[in-house]
């Protein structure tokens, strides 16, 4: 076999191509020489490429942050069930299953509270809170209170996220800080929601207990005006 005559310095004018890193020439002496990724044109489209990677995942992560809260939503109210979310009646019940009694708050308190289950309907939050009788005012329907609680909807209107917050007497959504009075029909005090949380007609069952008299007022949860 032919091989080929060295360059000057004793290497062949191939060994660019055919060294394994391991030749006398390289290097450190003979040690294994490993060039730096970030060295090169190599390690440029990598840096250029991690960067596109982390860009794609931090918008994919916002989308994600939107999306999630609507998809509960989606599980909750857009079943095959097309009746309504509460109706005449109906208890409100915490998150153990059990009846709200009149007594369950204290003026000044909130809760989460749902429909007492029935078949076709999942847990629909709402948002239960008691407040002095004469603090209502605005935009509150006060046939739609009693004993000072007013019930509304717990799905904020701009983009489906719990209203679990509070600031002082305001409601807060903590995704996007849309702000809600309470005490005025949860109207909109703050923040990008387009509209107020629908309130809930509630009264008094014979045996004490907060129920139902009807549905939201209006549209659940983003879109709807």
């Not at 996220?161 to 509070?166: A, K, L, P, Q, Y």
């Not at 007497?169 to 909109?188: N, R, T």
Request: proline share 9%.
């Amino acid at each position: 076999m032919t091989r080929e005559p060295r360059a000057a310095g004793g290497r062949r004018d191939d060994d660019t191509d055919d060294c394994d890193g391991h030749c006398s020439e390289c290097p450190g002496g003979g040690e294994p020489h490993h060039p730096s990724i970030f060295s090169d044109d190599r390690g440029a489209m990598a840096r250029r490429d991690y960067a596109k990677l982390l860009a794609t995942v931090g918008g994919l992560t916002a989308v994600g942050s939107l999306a999630a809260p609507l998809a509960g939503l989606t599980r909750v109210f857009e079943r095959s069930y097309t009746g309504p979310v509460y109706s005449d009646g109906v208890y409100l019940v915490d998150g153990e299953g059990e009846r709200v009694a009149e007594s369950a708050l204290a003026k000044g308190e909130k809760t989460t509270v749902f429909p007492e289950p029935r078949p076709g309907i999942a847990k629909a939050p709402t948002l239960l809170v008691r407040r002095p009788e004469d603090a209502y005012a605005g935009a509150t329907n006060l046939e739609y209170t009693v004993g000072g609680y007013a019930a509304y909807s717990k799905v904020c209107t701009h983009a489906g996220c719990m209203v679990s917050n509070e600031e002082g007497e305001i409601l807060v959504c903590p995704c996007h800080f849309g702000k809600f009075d309470p005490v005025d029909g949860a109207s909109v005090v703050g923040g990008p929601p387009p509209r107020a949380l629908p309130q809930l007609p509630v009264t008094l069952s014979s045996d004490g207990y907060l129920m139902a008299t009807g549905d939201f007022e209006g549209p659940i949860g983003p879109g709807g005006e």
